[in-house]
Protein backbone atom coordinates (compact mmCIF):
# COMPACT_ATOMS: atom_id res chain seq x y z
CA UNK A 1 0.00 0.00 0.00
CA UNK A 2 2.99 2.25 0.93
CA UNK A 3 4.10 1.62 -2.66
CA UNK A 4 0.71 2.60 -4.35
CA UNK A 5 0.97 5.93 -2.16
CA UNK A 6 4.37 6.96 -3.15
CA UNK A 7 3.58 6.02 -6.75
CA UNK A 8 1.00 8.35 -6.86
CA UNK A 9 2.46 11.28 -4.68
CA UNK A 10 5.43 10.81 -7.08
CA UNK A 11 2.70 12.09 -9.83
CA UNK A 12 2.25 15.53 -8.76
CA UNK A 13 6.24 16.07 -8.68
CA UNK A 14 6.39 14.70 -12.39
CA UNK A 15 7.45 16.90 -14.92
CA UNK A 16 4.05 15.57 -17.25
CA UNK A 17 1.46 17.57 -17.25
CA UNK A 18 -1.17 14.36 -17.68
CA UNK A 19 0.79 13.03 -14.54
CA UNK A 20 -0.18 16.57 -12.33
CA UNK A 21 -3.76 16.13 -13.61
CA UNK A 22 -3.94 12.08 -12.84
CA UNK A 23 -2.71 13.06 -9.16
CA UNK A 24 -5.17 16.00 -8.90
CA UNK A 25 -8.16 13.55 -10.02
CA UNK A 26 -6.70 11.29 -7.63
CA UNK A 27 -6.67 13.51 -5.10
CA UNK A 28 -9.70 15.07 -5.70
CA UNK A 29 -11.79 11.58 -5.27
CA UNK A 30 -9.91 10.32 -2.17
CA UNK A 31 -11.09 13.79 -0.23
CA UNK A 32 -14.29 13.43 -1.36
CA UNK A 33 -14.48 9.96 -0.39
CA UNK A 34 -13.38 10.49 2.89
CA UNK A 35 -15.26 13.41 3.40
CA UNK A 36 -18.48 10.82 2.05
CA UNK A 37 -17.87 8.16 4.69
CA UNK A 38 -15.62 10.02 7.86
CA UNK A 39 -18.03 12.01 9.72
CA UNK A 40 -14.90 13.93 11.86
CA UNK A 41 -13.35 14.76 8.54
CA UNK A 42 -16.62 15.66 7.63
CA UNK A 43 -17.02 18.01 10.77
CA UNK A 44 -13.51 19.56 10.48
CA UNK A 45 -14.45 21.04 6.99
CA UNK A 46 -18.10 21.87 7.32
CA UNK A 47 -16.96 23.80 10.70
CA UNK A 48 -14.02 26.10 8.89
CA UNK A 49 -16.21 26.82 5.84
CA UNK A 50 -18.92 28.15 8.06
CA UNK A 51 -17.09 28.99 10.96
CA UNK A 52 -13.59 30.44 9.49
CA UNK A 53 -12.71 33.33 11.77
CA UNK A 54 -13.67 31.44 14.73
CA UNK A 55 -11.34 28.04 14.00
CA UNK A 56 -8.46 28.30 16.22
CA UNK A 57 -7.34 24.43 15.78
CA UNK A 58 -7.44 22.73 12.52
CA UNK A 59 -7.49 19.14 13.93
CA UNK A 60 -10.01 18.03 16.54
CA UNK A 61 -7.52 15.29 18.16
CA UNK A 62 -7.74 14.58 21.72
CA UNK A 63 -6.76 11.98 24.25
CA UNK A 64 -7.53 11.30 28.00
CA UNK A 65 -5.61 13.00 30.82
CA UNK A 66 -3.21 14.44 28.49
CA UNK A 67 -1.73 17.26 30.37
CA UNK A 68 -1.28 15.05 33.93
CA UNK A 69 0.92 17.51 35.70
CA UNK A 70 -0.99 20.72 34.63
CA UNK A 71 -4.17 18.78 36.04
CA UNK A 72 -2.37 17.90 39.07
CA UNK A 73 -0.70 21.47 39.91
CA UNK A 74 -4.44 23.11 39.64
CA UNK A 75 -6.04 20.61 41.80
CA UNK A 76 -3.33 21.12 44.10
CA UNK A 77 -2.88 24.99 44.30
CA UNK A 78 -7.08 25.03 44.21
CA UNK A 79 -8.41 23.24 47.20
CA UNK A 80 -11.11 20.69 46.07
CA UNK A 81 -13.46 21.41 49.12
CA UNK A 82 -16.40 23.79 46.96
CA UNK A 83 -18.16 23.19 43.89
CA UNK A 84 -16.23 25.05 40.92
CA UNK A 85 -17.42 26.32 37.73
CA UNK A 86 -15.01 25.34 35.30
CA UNK A 87 -14.40 25.67 31.74
CA UNK A 88 -12.71 22.95 28.63
CA UNK A 89 -12.76 25.75 26.06
CA UNK A 90 -11.75 23.85 22.37
CA UNK A 91 -13.03 20.63 24.56
CA UNK A 92 -13.32 18.89 21.37
CA UNK A 93 -14.85 15.34 21.94
CA UNK A 94 -14.47 15.51 25.64
CA UNK A 95 -11.49 14.02 26.49
CA UNK A 96 -10.29 17.14 28.63
CA UNK A 97 -13.85 17.06 30.46
CA UNK A 98 -13.38 13.65 31.52
CA UNK A 99 -10.39 13.81 32.90
CA UNK A 100 -11.13 17.43 35.16
CA UNK A 101 -14.33 15.33 36.15
CA UNK A 102 -11.61 13.02 37.89
CA UNK A 103 -9.99 16.32 39.14
CA UNK A 104 -12.91 18.26 40.38
CA UNK A 105 -15.28 15.56 41.54
CA UNK A 106 -17.92 18.17 42.39
CA UNK A 107 -17.65 20.98 40.43
CA UNK A 108 -20.02 21.83 37.15
CA UNK A 109 -17.71 21.37 34.02
CA UNK A 110 -18.09 23.48 31.11
CA UNK A 111 -16.99 22.03 27.32
CA UNK A 112 -17.18 24.42 24.79
CA UNK A 113 -15.96 23.28 21.09
CA UNK A 114 -17.31 24.84 17.82
CA UNK A 115 -17.42 21.85 16.04
CA UNK A 116 -20.80 20.05 17.00
CA UNK A 117 -20.07 16.83 15.50
CA UNK A 118 -17.29 16.95 18.44
CA UNK A 119 -20.29 18.07 20.95
CA UNK A 120 -22.68 15.54 20.14
CA UNK A 121 -19.94 12.78 20.58
CA UNK A 122 -18.45 14.64 23.75
CA UNK A 123 -22.56 14.29 25.09
CA UNK A 124 -22.77 10.61 24.46
CA UNK A 125 -19.55 9.48 25.62
CA UNK A 126 -19.13 11.44 28.31
CA UNK A 127 -22.34 12.14 29.96
CA UNK A 128 -22.46 13.57 33.38
CA UNK A 129 -25.43 15.48 35.25
CA UNK A 130 -22.77 18.28 36.23
CA UNK A 131 -20.60 17.87 32.36
CA UNK A 132 -22.58 20.52 30.16
CA UNK A 133 -21.49 21.04 26.71
CA UNK A 134 -22.30 24.31 24.65
CA UNK A 135 -21.43 25.66 20.82
CA UNK A 136 -18.94 28.46 21.54
CA UNK A 137 -21.14 30.39 19.65
CA UNK A 138 -24.49 29.69 21.03
CA UNK A 139 -26.50 31.97 23.34
CA UNK A 140 -25.99 29.90 26.48
CA UNK A 141 -21.98 29.99 26.47
CA UNK A 142 -21.94 33.37 25.88
CA UNK A 143 -24.48 34.08 29.22
CA UNK A 144 -22.00 32.28 30.85
CA UNK A 145 -20.55 33.74 33.83
CA UNK A 146 -18.90 33.01 37.13
CA UNK A 147 -16.48 31.17 36.51
CA UNK A 148 -13.71 29.88 38.84
CA UNK A 149 -11.32 27.76 36.16
CA UNK A 150 -10.37 28.10 32.41
CA UNK A 151 -8.72 25.64 30.88
CA UNK A 152 -7.65 26.26 27.28
CA UNK A 153 -5.03 23.51 26.53
CA UNK A 154 -3.57 22.89 23.15
CA UNK A 155 -6.40 25.30 21.00
CA UNK A 156 -3.82 27.07 19.44
CA UNK A 157 -1.30 23.90 18.38
CA UNK A 158 -1.06 22.83 14.84
CA UNK A 159 1.66 22.90 12.73
CA UNK A 160 0.92 26.13 11.22
CA UNK A 161 1.73 27.88 14.07
CA UNK A 162 5.29 26.32 15.00
CA UNK A 163 7.70 28.19 12.37
CA UNK A 164 8.75 31.93 13.37
CA UNK A 165 7.05 33.06 10.17
CA UNK A 166 3.83 32.25 11.32
CA UNK A 167 3.69 34.09 14.94
CA UNK A 168 2.22 37.40 13.67
CA UNK A 169 -0.62 34.62 12.50
CA UNK A 170 -0.62 33.47 16.02
CA UNK A 171 -1.19 36.93 17.53
CA UNK A 172 -4.22 37.39 15.10
CA UNK A 173 -5.45 34.00 16.23
CA UNK A 174 -5.30 34.69 19.97
CA UNK A 175 -6.81 38.01 19.54
CA UNK A 176 -9.54 36.22 17.60
CA UNK A 177 -9.73 33.85 21.08
CA UNK A 178 -9.88 36.70 23.46
CA UNK A 179 -12.56 38.25 21.65
CA UNK A 180 -14.92 35.20 22.19
CA UNK A 181 -13.94 35.18 25.46
CA UNK A 182 -14.61 38.63 26.09
CA UNK A 183 -17.35 38.55 28.41
CA UNK A 184 -14.91 37.07 31.30
CA UNK A 185 -12.14 39.23 30.24
CA UNK A 186 -12.06 42.78 31.88
CA UNK A 187 -9.67 45.09 30.24
Known amino acids: ?15 NIFAQICFKIILTI ?7 VNPQYRSEKISRFIYPKYIHQKSTFTKLNRYPTIFKICKDYIKNDKTRNI ?8 EE ?9 HSIIYG ?21 FL ?7 KK ?18 RSNH ?14 NLNCWIKS
Not at 30 to 36: A, D, H, M, R, V
Not at 135 to 141: D, I, W
Not at 149 to 158: E, G, H
Open 1 to 15: MNKIKQQILNLNEST
Open 30 to 36: YLFGKFC
Open 87 to 94: LSFGCSTG
Open 97 to 105: VYTLRKQFP
Open 112 to 132: TDINKYCLKKAKKNFNHPNNI
Open 135 to 141: HSLSKEF
Open 144 to 161: LTNLDIIFCLAVFQNSEN
Open 166 to 179: EIKKVVILFLNFRN
